[in-house]
């Protein structure tokens, strides 16, 4: 794992910043996995961070939900449920649902060429069944829509659903037979829609392929709760 021990006399304060961001990314990928306690100790000596900025960090990822504190003493990773897939991607839906029929009035070429060239890349990762690959393209599909929306609140309100969202792909994100190139097809439709300018059908197939992800995740999440 990296450490942060090459960033020099910086100010309590980034280093706490450094070791809040380290800290999430490892619980995203799995490398400190639910339910894992969390010991000062050891992860001081992992980041190479002293124990105030570690603490500071502990703290923000407490309040974000991506630890709490457990009812026999100290701090561990939160755990995986149906409940929070369902609660996150319920969230997901609603409001992209919002920021593709948004995107109907604002969609250019250039905008339309974009989203484009992402299908494209999609579609060539699900050939070779790179399933990373095809939910780093579908990422930038949907961060495309986003900015093409214009919705500045609607995008911040769902950056921290999204967030908790990668949490779970890393669980079996090969364990849905041919949900690639389902997903290519998904994102065409919703391309599709907003090339047409039709916000009801644009809302509605973004929707339609939240649930379909949502699905896919609690399938993919079974052996692990």
Known sequence: MEHLSSIGKLKTESIGDKAYLLLKKYIIEGKLPPGKRLKEDE??????????????????????????????GGVRVSEISVKEVNELYGVREMIE???????????????????????IKMERAAFIQDSQLVIEYGQKFHQLIYETSGNKKAKDLLQ???EHIK???????????????????????????????????????????????????????????
């Not at 250019?108 to 060239?117: C, V, Y």
């Not at 599709?192 to 509605?204: D, G, M, Q, V």
């Not at 197939?205 to 609690?218: D, F, N, Q």
Request: with cysteine; glycine share 6%.
């Open 97 to 119: 649902g919002l920021l593709a029929r948004e995107c109907t009035e604002k969609i250019d070429d250039r905008s339309t060429a974009m989203l484009e060239e992402q299908i």
């Open 43 to 72: 992860l001081s000596g992992l980041l190479a961070v002293s124990r105030t900025p570690l603490r500071d960090a502990m703290k923000r990822l407490e309040l974000e939900g991506w630890c709490i504190k457990s009812t026999k």
């Open 167 to 225: 949490r779970y792909r890393y669980f079996g994100v090969d364990a849905v037979p041919d949900r690639g190139m389902k997903a290519v097809e998904e994102h065409r439709a919703i391309l599709h829609a907003l090339k047409i300018k039709n916000p009801e059908t644009a809302e509605r197939v973004m929707r339609e392929h939240i649930r379909k992800g949502s699905t896919a995740v609690l399938n993919s999440i079974k052996k692990y709760i």
């Open 160 to 162: 921290h659903v999204i």
